[in-house]
């Protein structure tokens, strides 16, 4: 056996048991990035038992459509720390209001952010494409931030409106919201975080606090949204 393949065989092991623990959500990922030794912390801020329960919702809410709004169009359930975002495309009033009782209705949600779009036809397949693309974009775009930890971010893109979910500082509500408008193609970004102080943000640390950097300048692009408050995007 030749020795010097040794040490790359281990990391090769290393970063597979990695990449496992990272599928499973339970565990922080620590990946190095070669000779710069930079790491990225793939931390959720919730507890693994509160991830499990927001898909628990989502799943229940989905079962709930299916059974008693077959035909309402497409309504997809984003939970995040019990916080439901509500996007997609429904023929009526109607369906809107219906899809915002269930959803409130599922046990242990906290509120309901309902933004799902009144429209006469479900949009093509190939909007849906492109924002799946735009979603890849600003995921990407944070990754790129050395002042974010891009896997607290969940990123939700509908007929080009980012909605941005999360638990982050008011330091990072800006800083993402400024980096998701300067994605091309973004017509708006919608922030619906939940905010905590710098404070409460260090006992959520997996690692030493990065200096904190100065804001950088909006740059141009697409309007930002604020929520204002979880429950309801301000208009």
């Known amino acids: 056996m030749n020795t010097k393949t040794l040490p790359r065989r281990a990391a090769l092991g290393v970063l597979a048991a990695a990449g496992a623990l990272g599928l499973a959500g339970c565990v922080p990922l620590l990946v190095g990035t070669g000779a710069t030794g930079a790491v990225l912390v793939a931390a959720d801020r919730r507890t693994s038992g509160m991830q499990l329960e927001d898909g628990r919702i989502e799943q229940k809410f989905n079962a709930q459509v299916r059974e008693q709004m077959p035909e309402a169009g497409r309504i997809v359930p984003t939970s995040f720390n019990r916080v439901v975002l509500l996007t997609g495309e429904v023929r009526t009033a109607d369906d809107k209001a219906r899809a915002q009782t269930l959803a409130a209705g599922i046990e242990n949600v906290r509120t309901v952010v309902n933004e799902l779009e009144v429209v006469p036809m ?114």
């Open 122 to 235: 479900v949009s093509a397949l190939g909007q849906r494409t492109k924002d799946a693309f735009i979603t890849s974009k600003v995921k990407a775009s944070f990754v790129d931030a050395k002042d974010l930890q891009a896997n607290t971010l969940k990123v939700v893109t509908e007929q080009q409106v980012v909605y941005l979910m999360g638990i982050v500082t008011a330091r990072e509500s800006k800083r993402a919201a400024e980096i998701a408008r300067g994605v091309n193609d973004v017509r708006k970004v919608v922030r619906v975080f939940e905010v905590i102080t710098e404070d409460e943000l260090a006992r959520y640390q997996t690692q030493p606090a990065q200096p904190e950097t100065t804001d950088a300048p909006a740059a141009s692009g697409a309007p930002v949204q604020e929520s204002g408050a979880v429950a309801q995007p301000v208009r």
